[in-house]
């Protein structure tokens, strides 16, 4: 697809991708400063957050640069007659960080071995085919008739992770503090209010006439979802740990027990 777009729409695109390379790196910096905060045996969780961001940090890099060798600039405006805009990269990251994110949620909690394993087993297996089914539709033509065909099969696997999330995940809720509960509530709805974004941006080709517009939409979308989706659900996550972790009786290294303690 041949776009020609104007300052303001190669703009937008440029800068929102620019936003999520500096919300990936500072997440990374965050998480690897906080991890310490932390008890060891919660420290996964936040390990997987690093590596999710880490991950998508390096694939947005390469996806803004391959956004910037797809254009040229002449006459007031950017016209794409460069190196193909590569939009693998991206699913490439989806397929790497989906499976650790839901990883994240399932490990942060501590559940039994057997369930951690069955639910890791099964939510990565969805993932897997959800973004591989979303893939062969995302790079055809707006109006071939097999782009939704291959977005509703990997609705499929997403209404799946759905179900596990909410109904399975959540009979294992009953052990867990009311803190916890809470937190793992707001992750599940944030990943319900997040993923919704995605689908939306995938139909957005088909929805708007115009191309130009269609793309700057989607690709922004994309952007603004990885950054609630990642960033966010980390520090979420590391919100889960850090209450287990008190709940467990874990000091941070270089502080003391409180004055009551002391006392005590």
């Given at each position: 697809m041949d776009l020609t777009l104007s300052e303001g729409q190669f703009n937008l695109v440029y800068n929102?991708?620019?936003?999520?390379?500096?919300?990936?790196g500072a997440a990374l910096l965050f998480f690897l400063l906080a991890r310490t905060r932390v008890a060891p045996q919660h420290?996964?969780?936040?390990?997987?957050?690093?590596?999710?961001?880490?991950?998508?940090?390096?694939?947005?890099?390469?996806i803004f640069g391959s956004w910037?060798?797809?254009?040229?600039?002449?006459?007031?405006?950017?016209?794409?007659?460069?190196?193909?805009?590569?939009?693998?990269?991206?699913?490439?990251?989806?397929?790497?960080?989906?499976?650790l994110l839901l990883a994240e949620l399932v490990v942060v909690l501590k559940l039994t071995q057997?369930?951690?394993?069955?639910?890791?087993?099964?939510?990565t297996i969805a993932a897997v085919?959800?973004?591989?089914?979303?893939?062969?539709?995302?790079?055809?033509?707006?109006?071939d008739s097999m782009r939704t065909v291959w977005g509703v099969l990997s609705?499929?696997?997403?209404?799946?992770?759905?179900?596990?999330?909410?109904?399975?995940l959540g009979k294992s809720l009953e052990r867990q503090s009311d803190g916890v509960k809470k937190l793992v509530d707001a992750l599940r709805y944030i990943i319900l209010a997040t993923w919704g974004i995605y689908p939306i941006a995938y139909m957005l080709?088909?929805?708007?006439?115009?191309?130009?517009?269609?793309e700057v939409a989607r690709q922004v979308m994309y952007s603004v979802g990885d950054v609630l989706a990642k960033p966010l659900f980390g520090i979420l996550v590391l919100g889960i740990a850090l209450a287990k972790s008190r709940e467990d009786g874990y000091i941070e290294p270089g502080t003391t027990p409180s004055a009551t303690s002391d006392d005590a």
């Open positions: 929102s991708f620019s936003f999520v390379i500096a919300s990936m420290r996964m969780a936040v390990t997987l957050s690093t590596l999710v961001v880490a991950i998508a940090l390096y694939h947005y890099v390469r910037e060798d797809a254009f040229s600039y002449a006459g007031g405006e950017y016209t794409q007659d460069g190196k193909p805009f590569n939009e693998g990269y991206r699913y490439v990251d989806w397929l790497l960080t989906v499976p057997s369930k951690t394993r069955s639910l890791i087993v099964r939510l085919a959800m973004i591989a089914l979303g893939y062969p539709g995302e790079i055809l033509d707006a109006d609705t499929i696997p997403f209404l799946y992770i759905l179900y596990v999330l909410f109904a399975e080709p088909s929805l708007i006439d115009n191309d130009a517009n269609a």
